[in-house]
T-cell receptor
Framework: DQQVKQNSPSLSVQEGRISILNCDYT??????FLWYKKYPAEGPTFLIS?????DKNEDGRFTVFLNKSAKHLSLHIVPSQPGDSAVYFC????????????FGSGTQLTVLP | DTGVSQDPRHKITKRGQNVTFRCDPI?????LYWYRQTLGQGPEFLTY????????KSRLLSDRFSAERPKGSFSTLEIQRTEQGDSAMYLC???????????????FGEGSRLTVL
């Protein structure tokens, strides 16, 4: 049973446009959500997080939106850059910190120049 | 650079053999985690240490798997009698809890890729 789902295995976006990556979860106990980025042959790198007490968190070009009623979160990247091309993982945890994470299966983002 | 270091990066072994992976966390981090990632999937939690104490273990961690962190610094993950289904990337991560001056976010190493023939 996948508790965190990323239903789009891949996404292609033109440079300069907005990238929107989506994630759904089923476990209502999740209260902390994160996005990680992974380049080939590297470990995942933390990107941005959001607590369930918020519905939006911004960091530069990256914004995460949380819709608790829909059990849905999304990552917006504006403007997208070719260096953003990577696999993006959504992750969730219980207890308000990043201790034991449940990851989605990832979305391969390709930003076309 | 003092990021999370894992060794070896790649390991090819025959079914039935034992393998051991080592992880050196970021030096000031007292929490250490092992995750496993198979092709096309996200990382799956295996186990977690706070200092030398192993506080949580996933049901994925069968009896053939054992992890240690004897002095609260580096950690080893041993897989005994390897099976082809053990082929995966084994990721180590470390962190400092938010209440101890850290952000709590996990910092991952580059992983150790295991191939069982």
């Amino acid at each position: 049973d996948q508790q965190v789902k990323q239903n789009s295995p891949s996404l292609s976006v033109q440079e300069g446009r907005i990238s929107i990556l989506n994630c759904d979860y089923t476990n209502s106990m999740f209260d902390y959500f994160l996005w990680y980025k992974k380049y080939p042959a590297e470990g995942p790198t933390f990107l941005i997080s959001i607590s369930s007490i918020k519905d939006k968190n911004e960091d530069g070009r990256f914004t995460v939106f949380l819709n608790k009623s829909a059990k849905h979160l999304s990552l917006h990247i504006v403007p997208s850059q070719p260096g953003d091309s990577a696999v993006y993982f959504c992750a969730a945890s219980v207890g308000g910190s990043a201790r034991q994470l449940t990851f989605g299966s990832g979305t391969q983002l390709t930003v076309l120049p | 650079d003092t990021g999370v270091s894992q060794d070896p990066r790649h390991k090819i072994t025959k079914r039935g053999q034992n393998v051991t992976f080592r992880c050196d966390p970021i030096s000031e981090h007292n929490r250490l985690y092992w995750y496993r990632q198979t092709l096309g999937q996200g990382p799956e939690f295996l186990t977690y240490f706070q200092n030398e104490a192993q506080l949580e273990k996933s049901r994925l961690l069968s009896d053939r798997f054992s992890a240690e962190r004897p002095k609260g610094s580096f950690s080893t993950l041993e897989i005994q009698r390897t099976e082809q289904g053990d082929s995966a990337m084994y990721l180590c991560a470390s962190s400092t809890p938010p209440g101890q001056g850290g952000t709590g976010e996990l910092f991952f190493g580059e992983g150790s890729r295991l191939t069982v023939l």
